[in-house]
C-alpha cells in the first residue's frame, strides 16, 4: 500500500513549456485534490474531485488543468508554464471518518521550478 | 480577509513549556476543523480533528469556539520533536468534497 505518490520529485521548467505532473493513490479515496504551496502563503487549492469524471475549481486554478479518468489517477497539467507557477505541489487523497470529518493524505510533494 | 487565519509566529518555547495556537475562520457555515502538522519540505499529515466539545489526545487538545469562529490548539510538556509548522484547516462545506482550506499555518520551534 504505497499510499499517495507523486512524480516527480523535481522538475525544472522553461517559461511556455508544458509538463504533466502525476498523482496515483491505491487506497480507492474518492475525493483527490492539488494544492500548491507558497511561502508565506500556506497551502492553495488549485482543483480537486470527488469521483472518476467529476473535477472542480479550486481557488489558484488559472494555469492549470486536471482530468480523473479512474479513481486512482489524478494529473495536473501546466498549460504553459510561468515563473508565478514555481512552487511546491501537493496531490492529497481523502476519505470519510464519519460525519463531516475526514482525513487527506498527501504525497511526498513535486518542487517545480519555472525559469 | 483570508478564510483561514493563523500567527505565524515563530513561537520559540523552552522543552516542557505549554504553548497555545488559534486559528480564526471567516465563514460561520464551515463544519468540521482540523489541526495539520507539517515537517519541513515534508508533506502535511493529520494530527487531530476538531470536535464541537473539544478533544484531547495525549499532550494535545484542540477547542472549537462556533461563536467566535476561531479553534486552538494546545500543546503540554513540549518536545524538542514537536518543532514543526502547526495548519490550522477547515472544511468550508457540509460534506466531503475533497476540498479544504488551509491556514499559512504557525511554526514552533522547541528548544533544550
Known amino acids: 500500500n504505497a499510499g499517495v505518490t507523486q512524480t516527480p520529485k523535481f522538475q525544472v521548467l522553461k517559461t511556455g513549456q508544458s509538463m504533466t505532473l502525476q498523482c496515483a493513490q491505491d487506497?480507492?479515496?474518492?475525493?483527490m485534490s492539488w494544492y500548491r504551496q507558497d511561502p508565506g502563503m500556506g497551502l492553495r487549492l488549485i482543483h480537486y474531485?470527488?469521483?472518476?469524471?467529476?473535477?472542480d475549481q479550486g481557488e489558484v486554478p488559472n494555469g492549470y488543468n486536471v482530468s480523473r479518468s479512474t479513481t486512482e489517477d489524478f494529473p495536473l497539467r501546466l498549460l504553459s508554464a510561468a515563473p508565478s507557477q514555481t512552487s511546491v505541489y501537493f496531490c492529497?487523497?481523502?476519505?470519510?471518518?464519519?460525519?463531516?470529518?475526514?482525513?487527506?493524505?498527501f504525497g511526498p510533494g513535486t518542487r517545480l521550478t519555472v525559469t | 480577509r483570508k478564510e483561514v487565519e493563523q500567527d505565524p509566529g515563530p513561537f520559540n518555547v523552552p522543552e516542557g513549556a505549554t504553548v497555545a495556537f488559534n486559528c480564526t475562520y471567516s465563514?460561520?457555515?464551515?463544519?468540521?476543523f482540523f489541526w495539520y502538522r507539517q515537517d519541513c519540505r515534508k508533506e502535511p499529515k493529520l494530527l487531530m480533528s476538531?470536535?464541537?466539545s473539544g478533544n484531547e489526545d495525549g499532550r494535545f487538545t484542540a477547542q472549537l469556539n462556533r461563536a467566535s469562529q476561531y479553534i486552538s490548539l494546545l500543546i503540554r510538556d513540549s518536545k524538542l520533536s514537536d518543532s514543526a509548522t502547526y495548519l490550522c484547516v477547515v472544511n468550508p462545506l457540509s460534506s466531503n468534497t475533497g476540498k479544504l482550506i488551509f491556514g499559512q499555518g504557525t511554526t514552533l520551534q522547541v528548544k533544550p
Open positions: 476538531v470536535y464541537s
Open positions: 487506497m480507492n479515496h474518492e475525493y
Open positions: 465563514n460561520s457555515a464551515s463544519q468540521s
Open positions: 492529497a487523497s481523502s476519505y470519510s471518518l464519519g460525519g463531516n470529518s475526514y482525513e487527506q493524505y
Open positions: 474531485s470527488v469521483g472518476a469524471g467529476i473535477t
